[in-house]
């Protein structure tokens, strides 16, 4: 069975950066997509972005996107998120989530299509 686990979230200003870890265990997460999913309270769960196995494909969403970064380093089976330039609306339970299948190369933002998922980390940003 594959287990997720987020750390790095916390308190923080706006205008702060923060980085999310997500690693993975039960099996060599190196080829499988990972994308980061969040939800505040009250709020739809948003896709935040996401990368292909091999690393060489993200994506973001409209809302993070020109401040955030995903990276992965496959050795460690860790996906890393970093925001930059936080604001208040950043506040969520952040999720990693990966999938069943295989894939160097895709990556998708529908959250249905992803089969595995850590139980999220707060970030709180502060005006």
């Known amino acids: 069975q594959v287990q997720l686990v987020e750390s790095g979230g916390g308190l923080v200003q706006a205008g702060d950066s923060l980085r999310l870890s997500c690693a993975a265990s039960?099996?060599?997460?190196?080829?499988?997509?990972v994308a980061w999913f969040r939800q505040a309270p009250g709020e739809r769960q948003e896709f935040v972005g996401a990368?292909?196995?091999?690393?060489?494909?993200?994506s973001y969403g409209d809302s993070v996107k020109g401040r955030t970064t995903i990276s992965r380093d496959n050795a460690k089976d860790n996906v890393s998120l970093q925001i930059n330039s936080l604001k208040p609306e950043d506040t969520a339970v952040y999720y990693c989530?990966?999938?069943?299948?295989?894939?160097?190369?895709?990556?998708?933002?529908?959250?249905?299509?992803?089969?595995?998922w850590g139980k999220g980390t707060q970030v709180t940003v502060s005006s």
């Open positions: 989530a990966t999938t069943a299948w295989r894939s160097l190369t895709y990556y998708t933002a529908n959250p249905g299509d992803y089969d595995f």
């Open positions: 039960g099996r060599t997460n190196s080829r499988y997509p």
């Open positions: 990368i292909s196995g091999n690393g060489d494909s993200t």
